[in-house]
């Protein structure tokens, strides 16, 4: 069973920076998926951050570029979201997720998904 747990979300003010972790476990085979992460504010949708592969590497939301940073660890099994310069917009639920394949592709999908931690960032 594929397990995402996510970590290092808090209270930032504006300006500061986090660090998100996504700790991946349960995958029966050492194929490194597409893995992205995602957010959603207080009534509103959720929307893609960023995502990787090992082919195309990073590609990031305009909104977000510039100032994140996806990497990940795969001796670790972990994915990071090192975010800087934060505003108040960037407050939400932030998940990772894993893609249905390797490769992401223009528009990957995901099929599995973390359960979310709270990013909150104070003007």
């Known amino acids: 069973q594929v397990q995402l747990v996510e970590s290092g979300g808090g209270s930032v003010q504006s300006g500061g920076s986090l660090r998100l972790s996504c700790a991946v476990s349960?995958?029966?085979?050492?194929?490194?998926?597409?893995m992205g992460w995602f957010r959603q504010a207080p009534g509103e949708e959720r929307e893609r951050v960023a995502f990787t592969d090992s082919f195309s590497g990073p590609t990031y939301e305009d909104s977000v570029k510039g100032r994140f940073t996806i990497s990940r660890d795969n001796a670790k099994n972990t994915l990071y979201l090192q975010m800087h310069s934060l505003k108040p917009d960037d407050t939400g639920m932030y998940y990772c997720?894993?893609?249905?394949?390797?490769?992401?592709?223009?528009?990957?999908?995901?099929?599995?998904w973390g359960q979310g931690t709270q990013v909150t960032v104070s003007s």
């Open positions: 997720a894993s893609g249905i394949y390797t490769a992401c592709g223009p528009s990957p999908s995901f099929n599995y």
């Open positions: 349960g995958y029966s085979s050492s194929r490194e998926y597409c």
